[in-house]
C-alpha cells in the first residue's frame, strides 16, 4: 500500500542526546514536511522540501536539522539545542508542494527525561 | 493576528445535531483550504477540500468565504464516530498552515 511510514513510533530520550526520526513515502511525491504538535498548539512547521537536495526552514526550526537526499526520505533530527523537544512529530508528503493537500504518517511521540 | 485561527471548543452535541465549525485566515492570497479530521493521539487525516463554490460530501458541507476570510464546515446528523478534532488548514506559500482545531463530542 502507498503512505508515508514514520518510525519510531514511540521514542525515550535522555536529555542533550540527539535523536534522528524517521520519515519514507513511496506516493512518488515531491514535497515532504514535517510538524510538531503540541497539547492546545495545533500543528507548527518546522521544516519543508519541495525537491530531492533542498529544504527550507518553516516556522520552528532551532534544534532541528534535516536532509533530503533521496526523493523518499526526509529524516529529522532533532538535535540537543532544542530546548524542549518533548512532542508529537508528524511527517507529510503532498504531490506538488504549495497548494496540495498533505497526507501524513501516523507520527513519532518523542519524550525527553 | 494569528494566521488560522479556530474556537477550539468543546462543542458538545446530541447524536443527530447540526453542529457548524468556523475557521478564519489571515492571508488574503491563500489559494487551498482544507478540514482535516484528527482523533486523540492520531495523525490528522484529510476530510474534505474547500472549493470557492462549496462542496459537499455525505453529510459534511464545507464552504469558502473569500471577502470575510473564513470556511466552515457544516455537520448534519452527528453520529457518535464524529467525536474528534476538527483542524482546518490553508495554504502560506509553500505549507499548508493549521489552525489549532475544534474538539467536538457528539454523546448518545
Known amino acids: 500500500d502507498g503512505g508515508i511510514t514514520q518510525s519510531p513510533k514511540y521514542l525515550f530520550r535522555k536529555e542533550g542526546q540527539n535523536v534522528t526520526l524517521s520519515c519514507e513515502q513511496n506516493?512518488?511525491?515531491?514535497?515532504m514536511y514535517w510538524y510538531r504538535q503540541d497539547p492546545g498548539q495545533g500543528l507548527r512547521l518546522i521544516y519543508y522540501?519541495?525537491?530531492?537536495?533542498?529544504?527550507q526552514k518553516g516556522d520552528i526550526a532551532e534544534g532541528y536539522s534535516v536532509s533530503r537526499e533521496k526523493k523518499e526520505s526526509f529524516p529529522l533530527t532533532v538535535t540537543s539545542a532544542q530546548k524542549n523537544p518533548t512532542a508529537f512529530y508528524l511527517c507529510?508528503?503532498?504531490?506538488?508542494?504549495?497548494?496540495?493537500?498533505?497526507?501524513f504518517g501516523e507520527g513519532s511521540r518523542l519524550t525527553v527525561l | 493576528r494569528k494566521e488560522v485561527e479556530q474556537d477550539p471548543g468543546p462543542f458538545n452535541v446530541p447524536e443527530g445535531a447540526t453542529v457548524a465549525f468556523n475557521c478564519t485566515y489571515s492571508?488574503?492570497?491563500?489559494?487551498?483550504f482544507f478540514w482535516y479530521r484528527q482523533d486523540c493521539r492520531k495523525e490528522p487525516k484529510l476530510l474534505m477540500s474547500?472549493?470557492?463554490s462549496g462542496n459537499e460530501d455525505g453529510r459534511f458541507t464545507a464552504q469558502l468565504n473569500r471577502a470575510s476570510q473564513y470556511i466552515s464546515l457544516l455537520i448534519r446528523d452527528s453520529k457518535l464516530s464524529d467525536s474528534a478534532t476538527y483542524l482546518c488548514?490553508?495554504?502560506?506559500?509553500?505549507?499548508?498552515?493549521f489552525g489549532k482545531g475544534t474538539s467536538l463530542l457528539v454523546t448518545p
Open positions: 506516493l512518488n511525491h515531491d514535497a
Open positions: 507529510a508528503s503532498s504531490l506538488t508542494g504549495g497548494t496540495g493537500e498533505l497526507f
Open positions: 522540501s519541495q525537491i530531492v537536495n533542498d529544504f
Open positions: 492571508n488574503s492570497a491563500s489559494q487551498s
Open positions: 474547500v472549493y470557492s
Open positions: 488548514a490553508v495554504n502560506s506559500g509553500y505549507a499548508l498552515n
